[in-house]
């Protein structure tokens, strides 16, 4: 299967990547009937790491109500040297049962951070998402998303609460998460 699309800017882990800035993206998954799964997927919208690549795989089951879905993905971008971020990888398991899911995500690398994300589907879409970096920031975020239509969504993400170690706030790169409002439309069409 084939897929592109268009989003108002790039949210990740309820952050803005994309700093207001539009981001296109295009994915090829690959998907098996015993479960298991591969892809890649691109966009253009982070902007301080430039292009993004994506190659994923794993094994996804449902049994029921229960779904159990194990990954490994690595990131790749085009901006990337020696102080920015490159290349990295994460293993992610997800749980499902009924209309309520739990992912956990922790680096595959040298670095020690770690997300979690729990999510309810009824008629609009709530995640709420804990992400602690491993080097003194740890933030709290909700998002709600809607389906406008099937390929038009609404998505309004909002940090919620946030902790800065002194270390980490001394460090000129870094700083606390922005917690105002972001509001993303996007758009996504199947091209099989």
């Known amino acids: 299967e084939y897929s592109a699309g268009i989003a108002t800017t790039y949210l990740w882990r309820g952050t803005d990547l994309g700093q207001g800035a539009p981001a296109f993206s295009a994915a090829a998954d690959y998907a098996h009937e015993s479960g298991a799964y591969a892809g890649l997927w691109a966009s253009s919208g982070d902007d301080g790491t430039g292009t993004e690549y994506d190659l994923y795989a794993g094994y996804a089951l449902e049994a029921g109500d229960v779904s159990v879905d194990l990954s490994v993905a690595t990131y790749a971008y085009s901006k990337s040297d020696d102080t920015g971020p490159g290349e990295l990888s994460e293993a992610i398991l997800g749980l499902g049962f009924q209309d309520a899911s739990l992912t956990y995500i922790d680096n595959l690398?040298?670095?020690?951070?770690?997300?979690?994300?729990?999510?309810y589907s009824t008629i609009v879409d709530v995640t709420v998402g804990m992400s602690d970096n491993?080097?003194?920031?740890?933030?709290?975020h909700?998002?709600?998303?809607?389906?406008?239509?099937?390929?038009?969504?609404?998505t309004v993400s909002k940090v919620l609460d946030q902790s800065n170690s002194v270390a980490f706030l001394a460090d000129p790169d870094n700083?606390?998460?922005?917690?105002?409002?972001?509001v993303v439309l996007s758009y996504s069409i199947a091209l099989k």
Do not use: K, R
């Open 109 to 119: 690398g040298d670095d020690d951070y770690s997300y979690i994300a729990l999510g």
């Open 134 to 140: 491993g080097i003194g920031q740890e933030y709290t």
């Open 142 to 154: 909700i998002d709600l998303g809607y389906a406008l239509t099937d390929e038009l969504s609404l």
């Open 175 to 182: 700083g606390p998460v922005d917690e105002d409002a972001i």
